[in-house]
């Protein structure tokens, strides 16, 4: 699908070159130099309808016709607004083109709304009186066959059952939450039948019978946690693409319109840096001290959405063989520090760790012996209800160096794992591309489920380069994990 998409892009796109040739009569065929679709590649429903806006470079110019397109409308249809509706399950590409040949492209991916419940519940199972530990039930949507089938082990005071179903019917109720039932196998119980509900906030309670056997379990859908990481750069350098008062808006765009749950900043200072964060991004708090001890220095500062995390402990250590006081350690130039804290999801039993870091560019001993510290410090933090992990940072290494060994079992890599993913580099040379820019940047989980990795490399507030790294933006599905 995603081939056929493109070469419908690349052949669409030379016959609107070759058309514009000759209809370049609106007023904007002199000063327009470009148009994109503001909300980029999208996910809708079947059925769903989502109003589209453009961006026009240089701003202020007058575009009298925009005229839009989609690749396929038995998958989503556009009007001549820009209002794209969800037809079929599928990826789909919608344009939108200027008279004089300019077009913006995105890819719409239209879904069934019933895959939002088609994931793993962890939770508990019961039987009589006895009850397991942290249990899964993985429920799996088959697009093309509109199927849902199940699959699960629980472990019951010594017995396990291992059970599976498939064409299980899940129908959507009136008020949001979904009905199920169907026939599963155990391949010790035999048949038996599986029947419940998923409410609208993604709680599952489901009863198993098996063999004069019930199991009742209450289990929870995974929250979805975006992570971004971005090394914003401090230097001021006031009359260049690196001021900071020409960066500064355009950052804060690119985090509103990204919307991260949690942001690893790196290369930022009480002032201005964080000072203006806190004033414009309003739906966030931060914590993390400065790396010279206070406010003093660069932080490696995490800000959090208030509405959805809140704060269990947090605190910061050095990369040093003093890691309790500001301290250089083994071959590094500079202070290094980590902050860390663990959140709970608000409304739920959920709990995760999250790291952000920035080590050292030169100390090559300092790099892996870090590495090795927050490993340790996560392993000493994990509890039964606090067994996820996230670490962000610019690791100054790339992925595959030899120093992340330590994270070798014990942490994934989003941007390997992710099944849609993305291999652009992280840095970016001030936008003077040498060839040799690298990938420095990263998110590393445990006990999550990556879904999507991106480096995010578009323009904001019509600035290109937000700084001499790119930041990047990984949206995983964390589990819950709670023991209550």
């Known amino acids: 699908m995603r081939k056929k998409v493109n070469m419908y892009l690349m052949c669409i796109g030379m016959l609107f070159s070759i058309y514009a040739l000759s209809n370049c009569s609106d007023s904007d065929k002199d000063n327009l130099t470009g148009i994109k679709i503001s909300q980029g590649d ?3 429903n079947v059925g769903e309808t989502l109003q589209l806006d453009t961006e026009i470079t240089p701003e202020g110019v007058s575009v009298s016709n925009i005229t839009w397109y ?7 249809t556009v009007s001549k607004d820009g209002k794209v509706t969800g037809i079929g399950i599928g990826d789909v590409v919608i344009i939108a083109r200027t008279s004089s040949g300019f077009q913006g492209s995105i890819t719409a991916t239209v879904r069934d709304k019933r895959e939002e419940i088609a994931t793993t519940y962890s939770g508990k199972a019961k039987i009589g009186s006895n009850t397991s530990g942290i249990e899964t039930i993985n429920l799996e949507f088959l697009a093309q066959k509109e199927q849902f089938n199940i699959q699960f082990k629980i472990n019951i005071n010594g017995l396990e059952y291992n059970v599976s179903g498939e064409n299980i019917t899940v129908s959507e109720k009136e008020d949001g939450s979904y009905e199920l039932f169907g026939n599963v196998m155990d391949k010790n119980q035999g048949k038996g039948t599986i029947a419940g509900t998923i409410s609208e906030n993604g709680v ?17 859908k995974p929250y979805t946690h975006t992570a971004m990481s971005f090394n ?42 964080l000072n203006y964060f806190d004033a414009e991004l309003t739906d966030y708090a931060r914590i993390g001290i400065g790396r010279d001890g206070g406010e003093a220095g660069d932080y490696s500062a995490i800000y959090y959405r208030k509405d959805i995390l809140e704060v269990i402990e947090t605190g910061d250590f050095w990369m040093s063989e003093t890691p309790d006081v500001p301290s250089i350690g083994w071959d590094a130039s500079h202070r290094r520090l980590t902050t860390w804290g663990r959140f709970k999801v608000i409304g ?3 709990e995760v760790l999250i790291y952000n870091t920035h080590l050292d560019h030169n100390g090559v001993i ?10 340790e410090h996560a392993l000493t933090h994990l509890t039964t209800s606090t067994k996820s992990v996230l670490m962000t940072g610019d690791f100054n290494e790339e992925s595959f160096s030899t120093a992340f060994a330590p994270f070798n079992g014990f942490l994934g890599d989003c941007r390997e794992d992710s099944p849609k993913t993305d291999r652009t580099a992280t840095t970016n040379s001030w936008g003077n591309f040498t060839g040799k820019e690298e990938s420095l940047d990263h998110v590393f989980y445990r006990n999550c489920i990556p879904v999507r990795f991106k480096v995010l490399n578009d323009s904001y507030a019509g600035i290109e380069i937000l700084s001499d790294h790119y930041p990047i933006k990984a949206v995983l599905e964390i589990p819950a994990w709670d023991e209550n």
């Open 232 to 273: 914003v750069y401090y230097t001021v350098k006031p009359g260049d693409i690196a001021d900071w008062d020409y960066r500064k808006a355009a950052i804060v765009s690119m985090i509103k319109k990204e919307k991260p749950t949690t942001i690893g900043m790196q290369e930022v200072r009480k002032n201005p840096q």
């Open 42 to 44: 999208i996910t809708i």
């Open 348 to 350: 739920t039993g959920t």
């Open 204 to 220: 599952m309670d489901v009863t198993i019978e098996l063999n004069n056997t019930s199991i009742l379990f209450n289990g929870r």
């Open 70 to 76: 989609t690749s396929d409308v038995a998958i989503a």
């Open 366 to 375: 300092a790099v892996e012996e870090s590495i090795k510290m927050m490993k």
